[in-house]
């Protein structure tokens, strides 16, 4: 009988430090700091914690998903750097997702969806998704005001601060990194290794203007 599949998510880009592990649409094992600075003195303690699901044994492993953006600059960069290194070591394949992406797999497709990212900065990261539509409208950035007028839209964001009656707050885990995986595989959409910015790190310009990603 051939080894199962293990799939290994890593999650950096906001306030959560978090790893799991899951195998045939399961979550197996999850292990999360809540921690919006610092992650790169924990990170490597967690994916420990989780990989005695396959005993350690990286051959079991057959993918790993991390988010590469949009969000923490510092916090992408130990992601991305991380499963890059485990899986270059490893011989195994890597899956970027954006937390767009993961928002609009989790959530009900038949509504018009408004996923807002934390910034840390004046502005919040903002995707907009059609109903039954995968591909996002726009990626812009916008200040909360601007955000409200989308009425058709349900808003989901991982900003606790935004969190109201009309606003659903639902933070980023990786946890959330497997299961949107699992949904995202099965459809054509794009997967890259590859940082996802809306804005360099100096940047002093308008928080409307619409920035392209690299």
Not at 27 to 47: D, F, N, T
Not at 86 to 105: D, E, M
Not at 113 to 132: I, M, P, Q, T, Y
Not at 163 to 183: F, G, H, N, S, W
Request: proline share 3%.
């Amino acid at each position: 009988m051939s080894a199962i599949p293990y799939v290994l998510a890593i999650e950096t880009s906001g306030d959560w430090c978090s790893v799991a592990v899951g195998a045939e649409g399961e979550v197996l094992k999850e292990a999360s700091l809540h921690m919006p600075y610092g992650q790169a003195a924990h990170i490597l303690k967690l994916v420990e914690e989780v990989s005695v699901v396959f005993d350690k044994d990286w051959h079991q492993v057959s993918k790993i998903v991390v988010n590469r953006g949009p969000g923490s600059f510092t916090g992408i960069r130990v992601g991305l750097s991380v499963a890059e290194g485990f899986a270059y070591a490893g011989k195994i394949p890597l899956v970027g997702v954006t937390g767009f992406q993961v928002y609009r797999a989790l959530f009900d497709k038949e509504q018009d969806l408004c996923v807002v990212l934390d910034s840390r900065r004046d502005g919040h990261f903002v995707a907009c998704f059609e109903k039954n539509q995968w591909a996002v409208k726009e990626h812009v950035i916008m200040r909360w005001e601007e955000v409200q007028k989308q009425k058709r839209s349900t808003i989901l964001t991982n900003v606790h601060a935004l969190k109201d009656d009309d606003v659903l707050y639902k933070p980023l885990t990786a946890e959330m990194l497997l299961k949107a995986y699992r949904v995202l595989a099965g459809h054509v959409c794009e997967f890259s290794d590859k940082p996802f910015y809306l804005k360099s790190p100096d940047i002093h310009e308008s928080c409307t203007t619409k920035r392209t990603a690299y």
